[in-house]
């Protein structure tokens, strides 16, 4: 299979882990005979500082023709005084709404030999599986630019939706449910937002269609206090834009690192964008201890969800598996014993476990 894939690092770690998922995908496309070619863009503050804007024309039009982008994260000190139309993060927010990705897939799945590293107690954490399906083009983080103002004394954020926007993402969790547990959690704030109201009675108009799919309806400040008590409870959460942003930071708690998660931009067809959950890590950026592991994972999302290659994704999950079953991980996950490796000694290391099936496939197979 030949693919194009559109690299847009970014800054910070961003970076650095962008690397680990390119150098794990060679590795698959040799293994599975596949072309992938990589071409890599500006974006974020990396893009304001050559270009003077945070989504150049050029980056656009390379997503448009490509067949799957992955990000590494995008902002940082440097930009934060920058005017806000330009900062690095409206470089993100401008590409996911150029290319349409309305729904952004923020599977949250604990490994088992990270079990201990939560701060969660095991018992609590064991057995959850939440798939979080977050509105990406919409809500608080596009209201019309004639309405956002901030004149030094009061300001402005509006936050809208359509019913199509609404119908199009719950529609997916709806679909997303069906082929799990059968379970979806719509988070709202439906006693206090008109939008959440909508957003609701948009949900129950939409349960008719998906008999099989049991429904719940949970406030947001609730659903942020059961994530952490009892997420088990949940298969499938679909929210809005912020609510959505908020818990799966939250959610992550349950895996052992923010730097674990891994997350699909997608549309209903077209060009998709994976990139982690977190963002460019500031605090550690330059250290070479970045977890690459929430930007392999993606790849791996990547391999699936656009390309249909559920094998070769499956391979680098289990090969990420490998490595912390094998005691490897990086600072992030404060594990007490095992040995802890840096971005680039992690990478190999899922290299090593790539390779190691490969040949133990051979072996079975002569
Ligand atoms: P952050 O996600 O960058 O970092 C939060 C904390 O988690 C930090 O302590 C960081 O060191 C740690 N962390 C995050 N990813 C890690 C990894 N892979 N390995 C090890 N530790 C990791 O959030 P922040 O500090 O609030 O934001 C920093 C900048 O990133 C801001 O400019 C923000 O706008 C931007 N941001 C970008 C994205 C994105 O590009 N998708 C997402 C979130 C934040
Ligand atoms: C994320 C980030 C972004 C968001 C920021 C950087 C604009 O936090 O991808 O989760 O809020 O969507
Ligand atoms: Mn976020």
């Known amino acids: 299979m030949k693919k194009q894939i559109i690299l847009l690092p970014g800054d910070g770690i961003g970076r650095e882990i962008i690397h680990s998922a390119k150098v794990v995908l060679n590795a698959i496309a040799s293994e599975y005979n596949h072309e992938f070619t990589f071409h890599q863009h500006a974006i974020g503050g990396d893009a304001i500082d050559n270009y003077g804007v945070p989504l150049p024309e050029d980056t656009v039009k390379a997503c448009h023709n490509a067949d799957a982008v992955l990000l590494g994260a995008v902002g940082g000190p440097k930009w934060d005084q920058v005017p806000a139309n330009i900062?690095?993060?409206?470089?993100?927010?401008?590409?996911?709404?150029?290319?349409?990705?309305?729904?952004?897939?923020?599977?949250?799945?604990?490994?088992?030999?990270?079990?201990?590293?939560?701060?969660?107690?095991?018992?609590?954490?064991?057995g959850s599986d939440i798939l979080i399906i977050r509105e990406l083009t919409g809500g608080l983080y596009f209201g019309q630019p004639s309405e956002r103002r901030n004149n030094g004394n009061s300001v402005v954020d509006t936050l809208s939706y359509t019913r199509e926007e609404m119908e199009r993402i719950i529609d997916k969790g709806f679909q997303s449910a069906r082929i799990r547990k059968k379970h979806l959690t719509s988070v709202d704030k439906a006693n206090v937002l008109e939008s959440s109201r909508l957003w609701r009675e948009v949900v129950e108009e939409k349960a008719k269609d998906y008999p099989d799919v049991t429904v719940e309806h949970l406030l947001v400040d609730a659903a942020a206090m059961k994530l952490i008590t009892n997420p088990s409870q949940f298969d499938v959460i679909v929210t809005e834009n912020l609510f959505g942003d908020i818990l799966s930071d939250e959610a992550s708690v349950l895996t052992g690192s923010l730097g674990m998660l891994p997350s699909a931009s997608i549309r209903t067809d077209g060009v998709g964008l994976y990139e982690p959950v977190h963002g460019s890590a500031p605090d550690i950026a330059g250290k070479g201890i970045a977890n690459p592991l929430g930007m392999i994972l993606s790849a791996a999302l990547m391999l699936r969800h656009s390309f249909g290659l559920d094998e070769e994704a499956s391979d680098i999950e289990k090969a990420v598996n490998e490595c912390l079953e094998q005691g490897y991980h990086t600072a992030d996950l404060r594990i007490a014993g095992g040995t802890q490796v840096g971005t680039e000694e992690m990478t190999n290391l899922v290299l090593e476990n790539l390779t190691t099936k490969s040949i133990s496939d051979c072996i079975c197979n002569s």
């Open 87 to 126: 900062r690095p993060e409206k470089g993100l927010l401008g590409i996911r709404k150029e290319l349409g990705l309305f729904a952004n897939l923020r599977p949250v799945k604990g490994f088992k030999s990270l079990l201990h590293a939560s701060p969660l107690k095991q018992e609590i954490i064991e």
